[in-house]
């Protein structure tokens, strides 16, 4: 099991940036996959991006591609969202995640993951 804790959320204008990072502990962090996922209030967890354990392959979904980055730093245990361009529709809650095993049901389903953040708020206004 992988502890993981989200930092860098908060209030950012649309059209600016923002940087959300995501310490794990654990010395087996080079060996998940990571991914970002957000919940807005009323509305489900949905996937929003996800990037492989070399960090040599990322996937995004349709609505942030383009905008948001995803990124890794194995020696630092930390994976990044760099958030660009936000848009009002943003505004979540985002939780990284760890992908510990290969359950085959694909990196945008939450039950492919294992481990959980905590959160962290982020609020777009326009």
């Known amino acids: 099991q992988v502890q993981l804790v989200e930092s860098g959320g908060g209030l950012v204008q649309a059209g600016g940036s923002l940087r959300l990072s995501c310490a794990a502990s654990g010395r087996t962090f080079s060996s998940y996959v990571m991914g970002w996922f957000r919940q807005a209030p009323g509305k489900e967890r949905e996937f929003v991006a996800a990037?492989?354990?070399?960090?040599?392959?990322?996937y995004y979904a349709d609505s942030v591609k383009g905008r948001f980055t995803i990124s890794r730093d194995n020696a630092k245990s930390t994976v990044y969202l760099q958030m660009n361009s936000p848009k009002p529709e943003d505004t979540a809650v985002y939780y990284c995640?760890?992908?510990?095993?290969?359950?085959?049901?694909?990196?945008?389903?939450?039950?492919?993951?294992?481990?959980w953040g905590q959160g962290t708020q982020v609020t777009v206004s326009s």
């Open positions: 990037i492989s354990w070399s960090g040599g392959s990322t």
């Open positions: 995640a760890a992908a510990e095993f290969n359950y085959g049901l694909g990196l945008m389903e939450r039950d492919e993951y294992d481990d």
